[in-house]
């Protein structure tokens, strides 16, 4: 699995103008909308579902990066998004830092491998010496999607 197989290009907001964490989840569902038509959710539903998953425990890691992610039975298969913040975003992160940096991923529970997957594939990216300097950096969507195809090839390596 990919980030780009995760995170189609009309998914990704180069920049974020939600100043708090229920505005970016809102914007990045509005993006995962239009990226994905044929999945039968709202916008809404899918704000609710991650800020449901929230109140469980914070999805803010350290070093700026969220990863609001949560199931619903109505999606076909795992999607993603990905943001950056104009503002710092409180995500009650680990480190107690603000967010920039935001990959939003949704499955239906009976794709829960590829889900728990999916987070892991973000999550070893995010360790990664220079991929969220290089996601801080781009400046267009399409910098964006060059740095997630980036990471995989580097990944091969």
Do not use: W
């Not at 728990?116 to 991929?131: D, Y």
């Amino acid at each position: 699995m990919k980030l780009t197989d995760i995170i189609a290009k009309k998914a990704i907001v180069h920049s974020i103008r939600a100043k708090d964490k229920r505005g970016v989840v809102a914007e990045l569902a509005a993006a995962m909308k239009k990226a994905y038509p044929d999945e039968k959710l709202t916008p809404q539903e899918l704000v609710d579902a991650i800020m449901a998953r929230e109140e469980l425990g914070s999805t803010g890691l350290h070093g700026g990066v969220a990863i609001p992610h949560a199931h619903l039975k109505q999606m076909k298969d795992v999607r993603g998004a990905f943001g950056r913040c104009a503002h710092p975003v409180d995500f009650r992160a680990v480190d107690g830092g603000p967010t920039h940096l935001v990959f939003l991923i949704v499955a239906p529970p009976s794709r829960n491998e590829a889900y728990l997957q999916a987070l892991h594939k973000i999550s070893a990216a995010i360790k990664g010496s220079h991929f969220c300097k290089f996601l801080r950096a781009a400046k267009t969507s399409k910098e964006i999607e060059d740095v997630l195809k980036e990471s995989e090839e580097t990944a091969k390596v």
